[in-house]
């Protein structure tokens, strides 16, 4: 089964144009993010908006199930590399689409395809912040809860999307996935530009190893619409890539072939919102605890029963030396 990324509907999702004269909103200036509502996008000026700083000492502990990534692994069989002039979205053709499952979602949710967003340095370029931190580059892979036929229809639920999100950080060794993005990168600099990519990587080759530790809060697309209807995960581990590779996607331009100095959004006001860790040490001493409780039931259950035994066997003797004493008593009257 294929999984094409249809252009259209990514554009309504992903709220950026594939074409100059669809965009109406930008990054900086007078259609920048402070503006958004003002052009018509009303969420964005609502109280459950993406991205944010998450504080590590006021998050909460949960348990949450593991993720369960089906076809991750999979190489796809293309892959369409587009530059919207404000940023690289990546759609995917797959011989199996991509699912992700439990993880405590609601349901399960289909690939629909991934981008980035980046900074003029290697000092911002991450939407999600942690403890004040911007990492140079974050990338964003967009999930349909697979209830839902349409991306449209995804949009206008409560739990119609999931994202995983994926920071990078500079690093002495090259991330093998950017390698094989590398090509189509060089190809879409020009804003407008698309490209196929006969070998693009899989994803697993863009995520960290450890995907048991993540973040999890509710929240909103970081692009007008700004619809409030995704459940985020960000996965607490970076992926290293070389600096050489995070300058890449600078050298993509955008409106009158400027480079896209930055697409990321600032950080959002909480507005009371929980933010949850899950990690794994913590989760393993959850799954063990009940088990240990078991086995010291289990043993206790026998020994409870021999003292049982022993007090019943006690009480028999005592009955039995009663008896000789009132027989011997008797016979002494």
């Known amino acids: ?34 503006q958004w509502s ?5 969420e964005c000026d609502h ?13 909460q502990q949960k348990h949450l199930q593991p993720l369960e990534l089906h076809f991750f692994d999979h190489a796809p069989l293309s892959a369409n590399v587009t530059n919207n002039y404000v940023g ?12 992700v499952r439990a993880g405590s979602l609601y349901g399960e949710y289909s690939v629909v395809g991934f981008h980035f967003h980046w900074g003029e340095n290697d000092t911002v370029g991450s939407e999600h912040h942690l403890d004040g ?41 090259p991330n093998s996935g950017l390698m094989r993005l590398s090509p189509a990168l060089d190809r879409i600099r020009a804003g407008g530009a698309s490209t196929l990519l006969s070998e693009p990587p899989s994803l697993l080759e863009l995520m960290p190893n450890d995907l048991g530790h993540f973040y999890r809060y509710e929240g909103s697309l970081t692009t007008p619409g700004c619809y409030e209807v995704v459940t985020w995960t960000i996965f ?14 600078r050298t993509l331009t955008g409106l009158r072939s400027r480079p896209i100095g930055h697409n ?12 949850f860790e899950r990690r794994p040490l913590d989760e393993a001493a959850l799954e063990m605890k009940p088990q240990r409780d078991g086995q010291e039931a289990a043993a206790s259950g026998p020994q ?11 009480l028999l003797q005592l009955a039995a030396t009663l008896t000789t004493l009132s027989a011997a008593v008797a016979l002494t009257l």
């Open 47 to 59: 109280h459950q908006q993406s991205p944010i700083d998450i504080h590590s000492k006021s998050v």
């Open 264 to 275: 990321y959004r600032l950080v959002q006001l909480p507005y009371g919102r929980q933010v």
């Open 1 to 34: 089964m294929s999984s094409p990324w249809p252009g259209a509907l990514a554009g309504l999702v992903l709220g950026v144009a594939l074409c100059l004269a669809e965009q109406d909103w930008t990054y900086e200036g007078s259609n920048g993010p402070s």
């Open 133 to 173: 931190h911007s990492y140079p580059l974050e990338m964003h892979i967009l999930c349909q809860n697979t209830k839902y036929d349409s991306l449209t229809k995804a949009t206008q639920r409560p739990d119609g999307l999931a994202v995983l999100a994926v920071w990078f950080e500079v690093g002495p060794s």
């Open 236 to 249: 607490k581990q970076p992926v290293q890539a070389t600096e050489q590779q995070m300058a890449r996607f």
């Open 304 to 314: 409870s029963s021999a003292t049982a035994a022993v007090a019943s066997l006690l």
């Open 88 to 99: 690289a979205l990546v759609a995917l053709t797959s011989g199996h689409v991509p699912l």
């Open 38 to 42: 003002r052009l018509g996008y009303k």
